[in-house]
């Protein structure tokens, strides 16, 4: 007679795993902003990106296991916007904006509400069945990772001496305080309005490389990875800076064009509102 092995379950595996994965977002969206207050701005600024990554593996995780749930997108979503949203305007605020007083707080504080907003509204299109594709404004970690490189790029600033004349000459015009906090007075607002506008981003999801030969494509990352190891934090900036504009970009050269309102909420939602409204002041 043969035995028959036991069957191992693993559905709870398979359901807390990637809420584990999210829960190491959160963490390091808590770490950065213990970070930031203590005034360890580049340990901030890696903390934020360590989330991004996390992040990106609890979606992937959560697909690839089939482990998704509504639990699991509010959960990620509450993180994100700790993670995103209120651990990158506070590092900004301690590391340049905190001497413009009021103007630093509500300068952070519009960037996190946005992101909020922008949260909330990608929450709406998932339910309704209408994040496939491109996104609509920039996704919130693409911002945060931005200002994280940017962050990490100043910091290492003082190691880059000895550099060609001209480049010097940019180091130096970008470790000024006077250039820095321009880029976040100009940079904060943009980002902040981009989470929440309409203009069309694209996804990664829909990148594809078959056109490329396969030894084309290895030497192609190759380059990449090499470039990266030379300077991460510039080229992390130079990557997230050029997709932050690539969106208005691409609308102005006609490639893509904004989504329309309805598109993103139904008309008939409103409707619907609407009637229960009447029905209710009938009662």
């Known amino acids: 007679m043969t035995l028959s092995k036991p069957r191992t379950r693993i559905g709870g595996a398979v359901y807390i ?7 190491g977002n959160l963490f390091f969206g808590y770490f950065s902003i213990m970070n930031s207050i203590q005034g ?11 989330a ?9 995780v959560a697909r690839l296991t089939k482990g998704t749930s509504e639990f699991g997108v509010q959960y990620d979503s509450l993180c994100d916007l700790l993670s995103f949203g209120v651990a990158p305007a506070i590092m900004i605020y ?13 300068v952070c504080f519009i960037y996190m509400a946005c992101g909020a907003l922008r949260l909330a509204r990608f929450n709406v299109q998932s339910s309704l069945g209408k994040t496939d594709g491109d996104f609509t404004g920039i996704p919130i970690p693409m911002p945060a990772c931005l200002l994280a490189c940017y962050i990490a790029f100043i910091v290492d600033l003082e190691e880059m001496r000895g550099a060609p004349w001209l480049v010097q000459n940019i180091y130096d015009l970008m470790a000024l305080p006077e250039t820095q906090l321009g880029f976040f ?22 990148f594809s490389f078959r056109f490329v030969r396969p030894f084309k494509l290895l030497v192609i990352l190759v380059i990449l990875v090499g470039l990266i190891t030379y300077r991460p934090a510039l080229m992390g ?9 690539s969106g208005p970009l691409e609308w102005v050269l006609g490639w893509k064009k904004p989504t329309d309102e309805d598109e993103i909420f139904p008309p008939y939602v409103g409707e619907e509102f609407e009637d229960e409204g009447q029905q209710l002041h009938r009662d």
């Open 17 to 23: 795993l990637p809420n584990l994965l999210t829960t």
């Open 185 to 206: 007075l100009i940079m904060m607002p943009y980002l902040a309005f981009m989470m929440v506008s309409n203009v069309v981003f694209r996804s990664h999801k829909k």
């Open 52 to 60: 991004s990554i996390f992040d990106i593996l609890d979606g992937r």
């Open 237 to 245: 900036f130079l990557f997230f800076f050029l997709y932050a504009w």
């Open 40 to 50: 360890h701005f580049d340990r901030a600024a890696i903390s934020i990106l360590l």
């Open 94 to 106: 301690q590391f340049a904006l905190h001497g413009l007083g009021r103007i630093g707080m509500m």
